[in-house]
C-alpha cells in the first residue's frame, strides 16, 4: 500500500502545483469534456517543426484530470512527435488495463510520473478523467497537422 499512498502524492502534488497551465500561444486549440463528471479541458499545442514547442491548458474538474494534464505538459514538451505518441499509447495502455498492468522498469522510464495513475485504471469512471487531456492533445495535433503547422 505504500505505492499507493505515493502515487496518490504525485497526483496530488500535479493538482496543487501544475505544469503547463495557463492558455499561451499555440498552433491549435481544442476543447473537451467528460460528459460523467463535468470535467473540461482546452488545449494548444505549439510544434517547433516535428517538436513539441508548448502545452498549454486550462481546465476544471477532478484532481485526476488535472493533475493529468500537468504530467502530460511535463512529459511531451520537448519531444519529437513520434516519441510523444510512444508515450501516448504506453500511458492509454495503462489506462485501459483495468488496474492488471504492473507498469515495468521500461514503462516507467517512458510514463515518469504519469505511472502513478496506474491505480487510477482499476476504476472504469475515472479512466476517463486521467485520459482527457491526452485525448485533447491527440485532437489538437492531428488538427495541427492537418493545417500544415508541423513540419
Given at each position: ?18 505544469h ?6 499555440g ?33 476544471q ?40 498492468l ?24 475515472r ?22 503547422k508541423?513540419?
Amino acid at each position: 500500500m505504500k505505492l499507493d499512498s505515493m502515487y496518490q502524492e504525485v497526483i496530488l502534488d500535479h493538482y496543487k502545483h501544475p505544469h503547463g497551465r495557463g492558455l499561451r500561444d499555440g498552433d491549435a486549440e481544442v476543447h473537451h469534456v467528460n460528459p460523467t463528471c463535468g470535467d473540461e479541458i482546452t488545449l494548444r499545442v505549439k510544434y517547433d517543426g516535428e517538436t513539441i514547442a508548448d502545452v498549454s491548458y486550462e481546465g476544471q474538474g477532478c484532481s485526476i484530470s488535472q493533475a493529468s494534464a500537468s504530467v502530460l505538459n511535463d512529459l511531451l514538451v520537448g519531444k519529437e512527435l513520434g516519441e510523444a505518441h510512444k508515450i501516448q499509447e504506453a500511458f492509454l495502455e495503462l489506462m485501459q488495463s483495468k488496474g492488471q498492468l504492473e507498469p515495468d522498469e521500461t514503462m516507467e522510464e517512458l510514463l515518469e510520473d504519469a505511472v502513478a495513475f496506474a491505480g487510477v485504471s482499476k476504476y472504469p469512471a475515472r479512466v476517463k478523467c486521467a485520459l482527457l487531456s491526452w485525448m485533447a492533445w491527440k485532437d489538437a495535433t492531428a488538427q495541427a497537422l492537418s493545417e500544415g503547422k508541423t513540419a
